[in-house]
């Protein structure tokens, strides 16, 4: 497996090892060893699955500390446009964001320390997203970034007419208002 590093410190692109021949393909997508000795300490506790049409955005989502979430995530079927935005206060990329496109043909990972938040557009048809997850939900410390936030200015690579994005991401307050308590 490759490990690259993006210009936000802590953000990872894994690239796992495919094998595969004329009857498919096999790679582990999580190996507790291999992953910490890549630099990945992250003790999961839960895998979530989501299956979402074209068009659908999710996010900007987190969780407060204690219950932050670090997120290892990446496509089973289809392509999304995946983003994180760096939220933790003193981190020389603070209110920047990295987005890339994840599918199910690379088989890229994205490693999402806690600190960040989280969200994704769906390119495809439909797409099958999965993650991991350090930390349990805490629907209390649940909290959201206004996607389309102006000052941000992400690209969710698609037409914005044409979004199905849920009411209550919609109006999540911008960053500039948004609570955070995280520290880099």
């Not at 094998?19 to 300490?41: L, N, T, V």
């Not at 999961?44 to 969780?63: A, C, I």
């Not at 204690?66 to 446009?81: D, E, F, H, I, T």
Request: hydrophobic share 40%; charged share 30%; no cysteine.
């Amino acid at each position: 497996m490759k490990i690259k590093e993006t210009p936000l410190p802590g953000l990872l692109i894994i690239e796992p090892r495919v094998h595969g021949d004329s009857r498919g393909y096999f790679f582990e997508s999580w190996q507790e060893e291999r992953y910490k000795k890549a630099g990945i300490f992250a003790g999961f506790v839960q895998d979530n699955e989501s299956k979402s049409l074209r068009g659908v955005v999710r996010g900007l989502h987190y969780q407060l500390e204690p219950w932050s979430q670090a997120k290892l995530v990446r496509v089973v079927q289809g392509r999304v446009y995946d983003v994180a935005l760096d939220l933790r206060k003193g981190s020389p990329t603070f209110g920047k964001w990295f987005g890339m496109e994840l599918n199910d043909d690379s088989k890229k990972q994205l490693f999402i320390p806690r600190g960040f938040a989280h969200g994704f557009s769906v390119l495809s048809d439909t797409a099958i997203f999965s993650y991991k997850i350090d930390n349990a939900y805490n629907r209390d410390s649940e909290r959201a970034i206004n996607i389309n936030d102006s000052d941000l200015n992400i690209d969710w690579q698609l037409d914005a007419e044409n979004s199905i994005v849920s009411e209550k991401d919609l109006n999540a307050p911008l960053f500039k208002n948004a609570e955070m308590n995280f520290k880099f």
